[in-house]
């Protein structure tokens, strides 16, 4: 139980293009959902949390133009990346917690596998 | 503010040896929740354990289990009898109850050794 999937895994891009993570809780209904990103060997920063039906509150320092953030479901939360540039290469991960349906702990955070941007 | 203190960048143990990982956090909240988390060069998080302000007893899960000192603020994660397959980075988290964030400390790289 408490699975989180991530899609795409992978994406490359060309510079000025837009791309869209979307991040599923599949088998609970997840309250809140975050989207961190991750440098190699360092560790995760929070960059926003969603709640469903509601905006996205941004961390310090995070462009919320540049980093678009919908959670349209209790299920499913996306990030586009508007204009990406090589700057934008990262690993980003979502996690989801809060869960109604399965008997999970509500504080936790399960994460989906992440998706590693290359941006050329 | 709150402050997760992973102070072991990289750990080696022997395969089948017990490894403790230390981990200290600051906070004023009276209830909060640690967790600690695995993750493998794929990338993923893995929960492992969960350990909340309140528990009077140490949390377990299998081959894990949290040593959970309140007084001096520290929540390290023993894993007994390692094996080749948690050799991974591990990250310390901390969540106050009621809030919406976790922080996670900078992580400790465990090698299990042959």
């Known amino acids: 139980g408490a699975v989180v999937s991530q899609h795409p895994s992978w994406v490359i891009c060309k510079s000025g293009t837009s791309v869209k993570i979307e991040c599923r809780s599949l088998?609970?209904?997840?309250?809140?959902m975050f989207w961190y990103r991750q440098f190699p060997k360092q560790s995760l920063m929070l960059m926003a949390t969603s709640n469903e039906g509601s905006k996205a509150t941004y961390e310090q320092g995070v462009e919320k133009d540049k980093f678009l953030i919908n959670h349209a479901s209790l299920t499913l939360s996306t990030l586009t990346v508007t204009s990406a540039h090589p700057e934008d290469s990262s690993f980003y991960i979502c996690?989801?917690?809060?869960?109604?349906?399965?008997?999970?702990?509500?504080?936790?955070?399960?994460f989906g596998p992440g998706t590693r941007l290359l941006v050329l | 503010a709150q402050k997760i203190t992973q102070t072991q960048p990289g750990m080696f143990v022997q395969e089948k040896e017990a490894v403790t990982l230390d981990c200290t956090y600051d906070t004023s909240d009276q209830s909060y929740g640690l967790f600690w988390y695995k993750q493998p060069s794929s990338g993923e998080m893995i929960f492992l354990i969960y350990?909340?302000?309140?528990?009077?007893q140490n949390a377990t899960e299998g081959r894990y289990s949290l040593n959970f000192q309140k007084a001096r603020k520290s929540a390290n994660l023993v894993i007994s009898a390692s094996q080749l397959g948690d050799s991974a980075m591990y990250f310390c988290a901390m969540r106050d109850t009621g809030g919406f964030k976790t922080i996670f400390g900078a992580g400790t790289r465990l090698f299990v050794k042959a």
């Open positions: 996690s989801a917690s809060g869960g109604r349906g399965i008997p999970i702990y509500q504080e936790t955070q399960y």
């Open positions: 350990q909340g302000s309140y528990d009077e």
């Open positions: 088998d609970f209904q997840a309250t809140t």
